[in-house]
């Protein structure tokens, strides 16, 4: 008998697309100024350019991107809050230093959670949910930038966790997953951690498909470990890079441009505008 209050997912459902693609930071779900500032510095700090322990000085970076202190300063708050900047006194903002116990942190969790949300995906998977992740998973294989690659693991993760029902835990998995990706990074960079990650979305598909809830949830757990090993290696190598970098050197940093982010306008009856066939022209 269901309890009133309570509301369930319909299982096997296809996953809400907002949840399987709610890491691709090109899905246009950003908007305001301060989070494509939060994308931009984010996106530099998984890809390298901004290193473990650099200064994050807001007034380099307010001349160089050309925006004001407030946008950036609300963007570095949200960024300290995810995990890739830290605050320190009387020195501002840096790029959050590396600790390994941090990392050993992050595995032992996701390999908890990750692998109750397999256990309790595989009985409800379906063939289009299967369809999805083998898209993402060659389209993950074609992919040569590192952050667009780390989104795409993610995504067919959530997307093979979706039919569960389980929201919070997924929304758990997303977030974790996000404080964690600056690690991820370091497995990517790697060619063998590459190859990893692709053999472990191989492996985590092939399990969802041949309906194997136990298979898939020991498997998240095994393939954690053998990343950690990987992660840890480069990582130390980037913060002898760090350490090799002048004090006050300010890696070049770009935004993303507000019209890639922007949704078109609507009327109030729901009728998109027509876009402007030239840009308006400036007076004087």
């Known amino acids: 008998m269901k309890r009133r209050g309570l509301r369930t997912e319909p299982p096997g459902s296809v996953p809400d697309p907002l949840l399987a693609s709610s890491f691709d930071w090109d899905s246009g779900a950003v908007r305001t100024l301060s989070d494509r500032l939060a994308e931009s510095l984010r996106d530099a700090i998984i890809r390298g350019d901004l ?8 007034v380099e970076l307010s001349r ?25 006194a009387f020195q501002g903002a840096i790029v959050a230093p590396l600790e390994t116990s941090e990392l050993r942190d992050f595995i032992d969790i996701l390999a908890a959670i990750e692998s109750i949300a397999a256990r309790s995906a595989v009985p409800a998977v379906t063939p289009p949910v299967l369809d999805e992740t083998e898209r993402l ?10 952050g667009r690659s780390v989104g795409l693991v993610l995504r067919i993760r959530l997307t093979l966790y979706a039919p569960s029902g389980r929201s919070r835990l997924i929304e758990t998995v997303r977030l974790m997953r996000l404080n964690s990706h600056r690690w991820a990074r370091y497995a990517y960079v790697n060619p063998a951690g590459r190859r990893l990650a692709e053999e472990i979305c191989r492996g985590l598909i092939d399990r969802f498909r041949a309906g194997d809830a136990d298979g898939a949830a020991e498997f998240v757990a095994d393939t954690y470990r053998a ?11 980037a913060v002898q890079r760090a350490e090799d970098v002048p004090p006050g050197v300010l890696t070049p940093v770009s935004m993303p441009p507000a019209a890639r982010r922007r949704r078109a306008p609507t009327r109030a009856k729901g009728r998109p505008v027509a876009a402007r066939s030239s840009p308006r022209r400036p007076r004087g």
Not at 51 to 58: E, Y
Not at 64 to 69: A, D, G
Not at 229 to 237: F, G, N, Q, R, V
């Open 51 to 58: 290193l473990p322990g650099q200064p994050l000085r807001q």
């Open 64 to 88: 160089q991107l050309r925006v004001s202190f407030a946008p950036l300063r609300e963007a570095l708050r949200q960024l300290e809050s995810e995990g890739f900047v830290r605050f320190v």
């Open 137 to 146: 998973y060659q389209e993950l294989l074609g992919e040569t930038d590192i």
């Open 227 to 237: 990343a950690q090993m990987i992660i840890e290696h480069t990582a130390l190598e």
